[in-house]
């Protein structure tokens, strides 16, 4: 009989970085064009579901704070991808702050690409990471993203996104997001151009 051959561990990679810094474009391009192309997650999805809270309630939750998210069923979900599972992970509305009802089903591929806040954070998290990226973005051009991106698509305000940013969004990044830029592997500067992306590319192919 021949041996049987040896599945590889898909390999997990993360980007992480403040609000509207990029990483969504980021991992975008890096799952386009590794070959074959990259399973692509984003932090985003995880938030608790505040089905059971009254919609003005929804509203003040603190969505710049780690507690936000559902760490173990994040970590869940890895693991399972990890071991060549497929698994359902979550997809989140952020225009009424709820768990979509139809879970993503997610096939394992050689390299699966996760971008969020707090990625690098919690040491649990961390550790399951094969390469750690962190993108930094100053705060002008973040807050200049966030307004054009939650006016157009979750339904804001120009001034309720202002003031979000001013009260939680900031102060949240200073005490938990900008700390991990020394715990990457990676440390990047916004706008990241192509040729960044392709040294990425690379690295994470020679893993």
Known sequence: ????????????????????????????????VLNPPALRLALDDFYRDLSHLAPARRGRVNFDHPRAIDWSLLEEVLDELTRGRTVAAPGYDFATHCRRPDPRRLVPRGVVVVEGLWLLRRPTLRARFDLKVFL???????????????????????????????TQVEPMHARFVE??????????????GEREVARLAARITAL
């Open 136 to 166: 930094r973005c100053d705060a002008a051009l973040r807050l200049e993203r966030r307004l054009a991106r939650d006016v157009r698509e979750r339904g804001r305000s120009e001034e309720s996104v202002r003031h979000q940013f001013e």
């Open 1 to 32: 009989m021949g041996k049987i051959p040896r599945v590889k561990r898909p390999k997990l990679v993360a980007v992480a970085g403040g609000s509207a810094s990029g990483k969504t474009w980021l991992a975008d391009r890096l799952a386009e």
């Open 179 to 192: 700390s991990q830029a020394h715990r990457a592997d990676v440390v990047l500067d916004a706008p990241v």
